[in-house]
């Protein structure tokens, strides 16, 4: 099967997916943002979830990481609008300082939600960088990536 990209049209045109013929299945989706802090900001941020003057970020990150997740098909045209079932955002540190967030997006329907678990996680990421740049702004989204998806025609697992 010759692969294309699934949302332009044979004229070359933007076009939505017709998902109507898919199987609805549970679709589940994990993906991942990596952020580099400063150790000023990361000094503050270990300990406890410091509080900024617009709130506490960590809890912030993972409201606001989930209202993105939530309104995926608001920001990205072509993306259909999915009833989620489940969204979880998780902030920590790894064992080299960097913040790492992670997004698990679920539903049950017939097109997958990577791009709501991919939303979630960068939504969250930048909340983040928002409530730190008092701090610093010298701080880097390195990377956002799909870690795994699941229930569709294809999985896919990151090694």
Do not use: W
Not at 8 to 21: E, I
Not at 29 to 50: P, R, S, W, Y
Not at 76 to 100: G, M, S
Not at 144 to 152: A, D, E, P, V
């Amino acid at each position: 099967m010759e692969k294309k990209f699934s949302h332009l049209d044979k004229s070359g045109n933007p076009n939505m997916v017709d998902v109507g013929d898919k199987a609805i299945t549970e679709r589940i989706a994990v993906a991942q943002a990596i952020m580099i802090l400063e150790e000023e900001v990361i000094h503050q941020l270990v300990n406890d979830d410091v509080y900024t003057k617009k709130g506490p970020v960590f809890q912030t990150a993972i409201l606001a990481g989930i209202m993105g997740a939530k309104k995926t098909s608001d920001l990205i045209p072509l993306c259909h609008p999915l009833p989620l079932t489940k969204v979880d955002i998780d902030v920590k540190f790894d064992n080299d300082n960097q913040l790492i967030i992670k997004c698990l997006a679920k539903t049950i329907g017939q097109t997958g939600v990577e791009m709501e678990a991919l939303t979630g996680a960068t939504i969250a990421a930048l909340t983040i960088y928002d409530m730190c740049k008092g701090f610093s702004q010298n701080i880097i989204i390195k990377e956002t990536k799909l870690m795994k998806k699941s229930g569709g025609e294809t999985d896919f697992e990151r090694k």
